[in-house]
């Protein structure tokens, strides 16, 4: 008998103090970032690392002042870089889908197509640049043109693949109620490539992001991409950190919008992951 | 030869859909080999000829791989076969149709759709209109017993629970002729058993013509009027075995321990086990 009760009290003496830290890992998150930012700023203070190389916090934090609110002129790059990737990613989604869809569901045009597609997907779509540019001049659409095809490939395979994955008994069940060829794609092939699509999309995404980059390091008088090689060029490397910071927000951002749109249009994606921890 | 399947019922089918009659005639079927080896066609049904009366609720058993489910999908329409037709109250079946629904072993619902839009599905895709989609579908879910689950999703749902979707799902069609392949297979003994109840107790309310593949010979004896035993592949009629136990069957306490059923159990049993010797 007393055993069981020392046993108990010892459980419930050790429990409290691991909640409590369980509670704290926010709070130590947060305490790590300062911990950082302190130390880099007193090595950049100290002269111990080169401030062209990695300027202090405090520097980019005045950059940052300057190009959001006293001369604005970050807004026009962040309008360009924005209109590059939403054209460019609108457009791959909009032939990427449907193509995938008649892709994964037509067995003659898979035979047909899907050596091109293959070939284009693994040639690095930089090297289109140069033709995309002799084509549609040095203006915004050849980088609209770069961002799609970076992000299309991602899309339209993804997209077939979910096609193609769809559980064939589901298919057959639907055949059992008889439901016709495109009763089956609308209700059963679609809904279940979704998740498919999601996935797709998302890779597109990562990849537009850095065709955007890339279009404007090759040629461009605006957008985000230029500012920072136009400061990397002046040595003006504050600003040129603000500029890949706004890119990294952008990137995170991004991220986490798809993971909420996830959320919202695939609800029983995330239930069943639950059920299943 | 046809075999012909005895009618233990002599009750009318309430009002609603009339019951099936199915007549398996000299249905054979053929599965091509694979092409990469060049290999021989797999005879999976060889001649079998069954007749059912309407209101029947007959099983078929038999060894693994002997064409049980290829023999359903044949009723159901989903599979042509190489020789031989199935007629349904005197029209042959061609393809699905509307007035048969099966269910199937793994339920195949569909994940995205919550419990009262899977029980819907089968009469969407039929054309009704969905008020009376919703209707039905919420009639038949109180029918299995799922009152109070229509917003969950099948992830959150437990086996048994999915199986009841299933059979919801096809009893809101009102079929004339309902399929079972396997429905309790994958349930673990107290969740089936609980599955045959309930089964029972649905039948007897509208007594519709059901055929129904299990590999259980408990089961089948159980929930049957009549027990097809096929042999291996290539599947044949071994015997018709009408079970003259009396109705409703989940009103006989521990049915099972009846001496007659012990009977039919071990009749079964033994063809079963004939049938286990390899034959080619």
Redesign the interface.
Known sequence: MAQSVSLELRRTKAAPRLRGLADNYRLLGAALLVLILAVWETVTRLGLIDPLILPAPTAIAAAALKVFVQTREIYPHLWVSFQEGLLGFGLAVVVGVPLGLVLGRSRLFRALFEPYVMALYSTPQVAFFPLLIIALGIGLWSKVALVFFGAVFSILINTQAGVINT?R??I????????SEL?IFR??IL??S?PFIIAGMRLGLGRALIMVFVAELFSATEGIGYMIVRAGALFDTPKLFVGVLVMTLAGVLISEGMKRLEHRL???LS??EE?TR | MVAQVGSALSQPAPDGARPAAVRIDNVSHEFPGSRQRNALPIRALADVSVDVPPQTFVSIVGPSGCGKTTLLRIVDGLVIPTAGTVWIDGAPVTGPARDRAMVFQDADLLPWRTTLANVMFGLEVHGAPRARCEAKAREAIARVGLEGFEQHYPGQLSGGMRQRVGLARALSTDPRLLLMDEPFGALDAQTREAMQEELLRLWEQDQKTVVFITHSIDEAVLLSDVVVVMTARPGTIREVIPIELPRPRWREEDLRGDPRFAEYRRRINALLHESRQPTE
Do not use: C, G, Y
Request: glycine share 0%; proline share 9%.
């Open positions: 559980d008994r589901m057959e069940m639907a055949r059992s109620f008889t439901a009763t209700k059963v809904p279940a979704v695939v609800p029983w239930i069943r059920e």
